[in-house]
């Protein structure tokens, strides 16, 4: 038996969209295909098509003009409707989105050189509540209603602004100023999450796409079976190995699970691993996977945006918290193939390593072309469109996966769905982002959250991953991580005196874990449903598997050191106190340590010993001085107080039980 598995998980199963009839499913294709040749041309700064890409807030207007009207076509009005035909008032909104975002297209420029945002005259300050209404309605369709909600009722924020209480008052604006600020000004709907996505995102989509499209998450998960397979626990690896590469490609949680997870998990199941063990493992490695170089999803490309600096050093800085929680995650699923003596598959039924690379060396190929460009170049805008053109240019040449007129096809239709739904959530969230601004709140929240704070900036960072994690159960991480960069960033950066990228990263990490937190643990939850599970239990496993991650980002905000930001004396030092910690703080939530044994030998003593190993691999871990109450030394002391004696005790209660048993047993 060879593994072979689907790489795509279903359209209905990811996103909700409805099968387009007729001649339907052209219009996103061609959609698709208009904005990559724009969006080179803008990039490239060909010239071609200057008369929407010469001017920045014209291109961005044309980038919402061609997709925010596909969200009626694509989405029906609620979800559970299975109609295949496009009702009558999704045509409708269709043509009204179209023609409103149309009239700021055709007069982008007036908008400049008038100050419309200011002044409108009366028929674009009725398309600018027009534009307003749609893009909240297109918000619910692609983005839920918690979502729309929020970004709905934080753009009517200005309208009230002064009549709310102290901490969240803020200068008032009429409706009319409201809706012209939304609509024409370059600190809301056209603020810094459409300005990345236009400037950056799209081009690494089209990547991920074609990457999977053309084969390329087949061949990592081939890969990964074929390296890891075989050990103890194999099936377990190979999902942290396949997720990685593919949550790197695919930016989400959920896709990352239904597409990895559907091989994975029957593999982990055959090889004596429960199920929602084998589920929980998926939750964690799609999760993380989200958080791994060189492509980090959308999240990342708005952060560099945000913080002005480039896409690389974003990329690179991650690269350290990424493998740590891999680490922490391969540590814990090793002991827990150590303690119940679970084998790999059988060699006879793994993929062939050399037949694999055989068929899909340029896969490798092509992403260090990428990595090449993105980090010695420094050739990121651009960098996605050579490596896509290389991938595909090679898939037709080579015989294994080459596109005939059907495939092209499916590439610019999932293309085309995954930039509608982006970009309108994108200009959703920037709604909220200018409710903050024209109001003068994004000024004054931070200092009202360190005067709660009581200037602490340990309890700056407890509130800002409480804030992120609560806001990432109701948000998508993108939206979750814009709203936290613009309200809670700024405090902790001034008031803890951290360093801009770690607190943003900090964020970042936090908004993820709702993924594989109860209650609503999605990620988890949808791993479940592959595996037969109960979502609860799979919930808290899975918590427990990704216990480093809760950790992880304490460490790089508490010393920048660890996302390679300092002298490399430094981060030399502190990886390896990370390091030591991970291991020791996975080996105790598993109850297994490699070259001690199995921790839980003695029912009473076991919980000691873990606790004591999991505080002291956090005492070795995080860094002293600072925000901390203790130093270096002091940390370090305090680590071996409790780790020596935990170790002592547990490996000698190990080698009693050992003696005790009998031989051969």
Not at 15 to 22: E, K, Q
Not at 75 to 90: E, L, N, Q
Not at 508 to 535: C, D, E, K, N, Q
Not at 537 to 561: D, Q
């Amino acid at each position: 038996m060879k593994f072979e598995a689907e790489t795509e998980p279903s359209k209905g199963q990811v996103s909700g969209v409805r099968d387009l009839p007729g001649l339907w499913p052209w219009l996103p294709r061609l959609v698709t295909l208009v904005l990559t040749l724009l969006t080179l041309d803008y990039v490239l700064n060909l010239g071609f098509f200057k008369l929407v890409t010469a001017l920045e807030s014209q291109f961005l207007y044309t980038v919402v003009a061609l997709m925010l009207p596909l969200v009626f076509i694509l989405w029906p009005i609620r979800t559970g409707i299975a109609s295949k035909r496009v009702p009558w008032y999704d045509v409708l909104l269709f043509l009204l989105a179209l023609a409103v975002c149309g009239y700021f297209v055709y007069n982008a420029e007036r908008i400049l050189d008038n100050g419309w945002e200011y002044a409108a005259p009366q028929t674009a300050m009725v398309m600018s509540f027009l534009l307003w209404a749609i893009v909240v309605e297109a918000v619910r369709r692609a983005g839920g209603w918690p979502l729309a909600l929020i970004c709905g009722l934080a753009s009517v924020y200005p309208i009230v602004a002064d009549k709310m209480p102290g901490p969240i008052q803020g200068f008032p604006s009429s409706p009319d100023q409201t809706a012209i600020y939304h609509a024409m000004s370059r600190e809301s709907m056209l603020g810094i999450p459409l300005q990345a996505f236009a400037n950056l995102v799209i081009g690494f989509l089209l990547f991920g796409v074609a990457l999977q499209k053309t084969g390329g998450g087949k061949f990592f998960i081939n890969l990964a079976f074929a390296l890891l397979g075989h050990v103890r626990g194999g099936p377990a690896k190979v999902s942290i190995f396949s997720s990685g590469l593919m949550g790197s490609m695919s930016g989400s949680v959920i896709t990352n699970v239904l597409t990895t997870g559907v091989l994975t998990i029957p593999a982990m199941r055959r090889v004596g691993i429960g199920r929602s063990y084998a589920a929980g493992v998926e939750a964690c490695a799609s999760t993380g996977g989200v958080l791994m170089p060189p492509v980090m999803g959308a999240t990342a490309f708005v952060m560099a945006s945000f913080l002005n600096i480039p896409y690389a050093t974003i990329a690179l800085a991650a690269v350290v918290p990424s493998l740590l929680f891999y680490l922490g995650l391969f540590v814990q699923i090793d002991a827990y193939a150590a303690k119940y003596q679970l084998k790999g598959l059988p060699q006879e039924e793994l993929p062939s390593l050399r037949q694999t690379l055989k068929e899909g060396w340029y896969f490798i190929f092509v992403f260090v072309l990428l990595i090449w460009m993105l980090f010695y170049l420094r050739r990121e805008a651009v960098a996605p469109f050579y490596a896509t053109a290389l991938l595909l240019v090679i898939n037709q040449i080579l015989p294994y996966h080459r596109w005939g007129w059907a495939e092209c096809k499916d590439f610019f239709s999932s293309a085309g769905k995954l930039f509608a739904e982006l970009i309108t959530i994108l200009a959703g969230v920037g709604l909220l982002v200018g409710a903050l601004s024209v109001t003068g709140l994004s000024g004054t929240i931070a200092n009202d959250l360190i005067y709660i704070a009581g200037g602490n900036p340990l309890v700056l960072l407890i509130m800002g991953a409480v804030t992120s994690f609560i806001l990432g159960i109701g948000m998508t991480v993108t939206a979750a991580y814009i709203f936290l960069a613009v309200a809670l960033a700024p405090a902790l950066v001034q008031g803890g005196g951290m360093n801009p990228l770690a607190v943003h990263l900090f964020i970042l990490y936090w908004g993820m874990l709702s993924f594989i937190t109860p209650p609503v643990a999605l990620g988890a939850f949808a791993a479940a449903t592959v595996a037969g599970a109960r979502p609860m239990e799979t919930g808290l496993k899975a918590m427990r598997l990704g216990s480093v991650i809760y950790f992880i980002p304490f460490l790089f905000v508490l010393n920048p050191a660890l996302i390679l930001q300092g002298q490399w004396q430094d981060v030399v030092i502190v990886l390896c106190q990370a390091l030591v910690g991970v291991v020791l703080i996975a080996g105790a939530m598993q109850g297994y340590l490699i070259g001690i044994g199995d921790l839980t030998v003695h029912r009473a003593l076991q919980w000691p010993i873990r606790v004591m190993l999991v505080i002291g691999g956090l005492a070795f871990a995080i860094p002293g001085g600072g925000a901390m109450p203790l130093d270096h030394g002091e940390l370090f002391i305090l680590s071996l107080a409790l780790t020596l004696p935990a170790l002592f005790v547990a490996w000698l209660l190990v080698r009693g039980d050992q003696r005790a048993r009998p031989h051969g047993a």
